[in-house]
């Protein structure tokens, strides 16, 4: 014997989906007025601060380099070859066949070991270059091969070693004969070292 059949509810599934919208609406409202502000929030906070960033000096290491196409490049200018902040010494343009794009051939000395790096890119592509600081302090002591150097405002600073340079030499030269005079030290990449003396100005 065949069970009798029950007419569907259809006044039960019509209804439930309307009242569950008139319950959540407006949580649902506010859930959507939440994703939205997160998701807006930091968009607009990357796009103001975005200039900015790209032209710190990276002290926060977020952004020690800025983007720069190749062909804009000049000798004497800076450039990361083979990750390392370097001094451009040497620039050179080559064609790679009937359809290949210029490359631009670079060698550089790294600014802080002085050594040799050479790359090749497309005069297309973008490089990235060292966002570099240049800072004159005033030499005050040598202690432990630890230079004590004084910035403009008179704060004093201990961190920094005479660097195992001809720079070096010339620092504990002239400190040992009792001159007085300035240490420009540079920094990049979150790398520092002293690379230059210059006479005290006088006061």
Known sequence: M???SHPPHT????????????CCSKVGRACALSVLFFLEAPLTHRTMS???????TGESGASATYPMQCSALRKN?????????CKIVEMSTSKTGKHGHAKVNMVGIDIFTNKKHEDMCPSTHNM???SIKRIDYQLVNINESYMS?????????EDLRVP??????????KFEAGDEFMVTVISAMGEECAVATK????K
């Open 2 to 4: 065949t069970p009798p």
């Open 11 to 22: 006044h039960t599934h019509t209804h439930t989906p309307f009242s569950l919208y008139g």
């Open 50 to 56: 975005d200039p900015d960033l790209d032209f710190t």
């Open 77 to 85: 200018g800076y450039v990361v070859l083979k990750g390392r902040p």
């Open 128 to 130: 990235d270059v060292p």
């Open 149 to 157: 150097l004084m910035s403009d405002n008179g704060e004093i600073r």
């Open 164 to 173: 195992e340079s001809e720079i070096g030499k010339e620092i504990e030269t």
């Open 199 to 202: 006479v005290l100005a006088s």
